[in-house]
């Protein structure tokens, strides 16, 4: 490992001339997502009041999902095919077209149909940023840039909400879509501005993957089905999902354009063990993000702004702790962190139960703050990482399929604790003793689920500490 990736980078690099083109970009690229999904769940009750078709509420939320995952699937070939510069223009331009639609949609099958396309560019921008982190900024000041990423993340999961809100009361729903729209067009600018205009590779030697992305589709979409039906149906559809997206993973390795690294989830490899830690701590994380605002009006009569307040605290930490870690330099310092991160999610987990089943407020705080601290400390040490086990050729495919199995890991922790809650009778609670009894099994999926990403990521460090590159960067 090179000097440059050993020594400690400093904020002012971030943020000063030569880098802050690639870090407004990275932000842009970032607030895209993290305030259209603030802004969507603020805005979109009322537009549902104004089209009608309120059974279709969820889909507005799923189609997204769905349609984000398959984008940031097939981000690594799009910028091999198109060039980052144009493969990240074409993919701003379907978000933005996607909120146009939105925004001047008259019914809400155009709803689903640009939340659709919104889906698709933003996985894609947002893969493709994961994948330009290492060839815009030296390895010193990657954890940095996570830790700004952490604080746009947490601005929005303030100021999103507030922000449509206002223009949702004020002015219409549909400008809080619109919002977008100016984001996309500046993020579109600074690219061709700042991203190298790469040339586009052989394209006569690239089999487009359409089966593959079709299953990653409905796989994604059967978890998200899942969570919108009875118990007995959605078992089946998770178990159908599963087969999907392992069907998915072996059907790649065998082919000749790969969208994923060839060790993908695979237990005896680093990266392997890796991207299972990127899946799994999502999944577990799910269980709180899901339930705890509504738990605490319905078991403690919180109002909706004292009990986002209590949610908000997670983002808070975690950014927070991610720019305590930015600092971070030496593997051996990475390698506990990647270890504590899930371990004090499964602890995090366990005390956001305690609380509430005590009715101990400071108690779920401090799980909160746990819960949020193991996501900033250990993501930016998870992707530096993987981007040292991995080689220069399969370094596009590793970095963009991070945020892709982050966002399929929220997919599925979702639908797992949706039926979990289901099995435990908690759609029928009507008392606090009901709800504390129904939320002890799907607080127990997420723990046990986060205890999984332990092992993940004891066998990840392991492999790793064994590795050439690990003793030769010790040395």
């Given at each position: ?9 400093r ?29 969507t769940?603020?805005?979109?009750p ?12 969820a ?7 769905v ?14 095919v ?8 074409v ?8 909120s ?8 809400m099958e ?12 933003e996985g894609?921008?947002?893969?493709i ?18 830790g700004m990423e952490?604080?746009?993340w947490?601005i929005?999961a303030?100021?999103?909400p ?6 949702t ?10 919002v977008?729209?100016?984001?996309a067009?500046?993020?579109a600018?600074m ?12 394209r006569?030697?690239?089999d ?24 007995l ?14 069907g998915?993973v ?9 969208l ?11 990266i392997g063990?890796?991207?299972w830690?990127?899946?799994l701590?999502?999944v ?22 004292m ?14 702790a991610?720019?305590?870690?930015a600092n971070?330099s030496?593997n ?26 005590s009715?101990?407020?400071a108690?779920?705080?401090l ?8 996501y ?12 040292g086990?991995?080689?220069d050729?399969?370094r ?6 991070v945020?892709?199995?982050?966002s ?9 604790a ?10 029928s609670a ?5 709800f504390a ?5 799907v ?7 986060a205890?999984?990403?332990v092992?993940a ?13 690990y003793e030769?960067?010790?040395?």
């Amino acid at each position: 490992m090179s000097q440059d990736s050993i020594a400690t980078g400093r904020w002012a690099e971030v943020f000063a001339p030569r880098y802050l083109p690639a870090t407004t970009i990275l932000a842009l690229g970032v607030a895209l997502l993290a305030f259209n999904a603030f802004l969507t769940s603020t805005a979109m009750p009322t537009a549902v009041e104004e089209l009608g078709g309120v059974s279709l509420i969820a889909w507005a939320l799923t189609l997204f999902l769905v349609f984000a995952i398959m984008g940031g699937a097939g981000a690594a070939l799009a910028k091999q095919v198109l060039g980052a510069r144009v493969a990240l223009l074409v993919s701003a331009g379907m978000f933005l077209a996607g909120s146009l639609i939105v925004g001047l949609a008259g019914s809400m099958e155009m709803v689903l149909a640009g939340r659709a396309l919104q889906g698709l560019g933003e996985g894609l921008v947002a893969a493709i940023c994961f994948a330009l982190i290492p060839e815009l900024f030296p390895a010193r000041l990657v954890p940095k840039v996570f830790g700004m990423e952490a604080m746009v993340w947490a601005i929005a999961a303030f100021g999103g909400p507030v922000v449509a809100g206002l223009l949702t009361e004020f002015v219409s729903w549909r400008a809080a879509f619109l919002v977008s729209v100016s984001m996309a067009v500046i993020f579109a600018g600074m690219v061709l501005a700042v991203v190298p205009n790469s040339t586009a590779g052989d394209r006569a030697n690239v089999d487009f993957p359409g089966v593959r992305l079709l299953l990653v589709g409905g796989g994604i979409m059967a978890v998200a089905v899942a969570s919108l039906v009875p118990p007995l149906l959605a078992s089946a559809l998770l178990v159908a999902a599963a087969a999907l997206l392992v069907g998915t993973v072996l059907l790649d390795k065998a082919s000749r354009t790969r969208l994923m690294p060839p060790d993908a989830f695979w237990h005896g490899s680093v990266i392997g063990n890796g991207l299972w830690v990127t899946l799994l701590m999502p999944v577990a994380g799910a269980t709180s993000a899901v339930y705890l605002v509504l738990l605490l009006q319905q078991m403690w009569g919180y109002g909706p702004t004292m009990a986002g307040a209590v949610a908000a605290v997670l983002a808070l930490a975690w950014s927070g702790a991610a720019i305590v870690v930015a600092n971070v330099s030496d593997n051996a310092t990475r390698m506990r962190l990647i270890r504590l991160g899930p371990a004090l999610l499964t602890l995090g987990l366990a005390g956001v139960l305690a609380g509430l089943l005590s009715g101990q407020i400071a108690l779920v705080l401090l799980a909160q703050i746990a819960i949020g601290a193991s996501y900033g400390m250990s993501n930016s040490s998870l992707y530096v990482t993987l981007m040292g086990a991995t080689t220069d050729q399969e370094r596009d495919r590793v970095a963009a399929l991070v945020p892709t199995t982050q966002s399929a890991g929220n997919a599925i922790g979702a639908a797992l604790a949706g039926l979990a809650a289901n099995l435990a009778g908690y759609a029928s609670a009507s008392s606090s003793a009901e709800f504390a009894r129904a939320i002890i099994p799907v607080f127990a999926v997420g723990a046990g689920t986060a205890a999984l990403a332990v092992i993940a990521a004891a066998r990840m460090t392991q492999l790793m500490s064994l590795s050439p590159a690990y003793e030769a960067s010790e040395g």
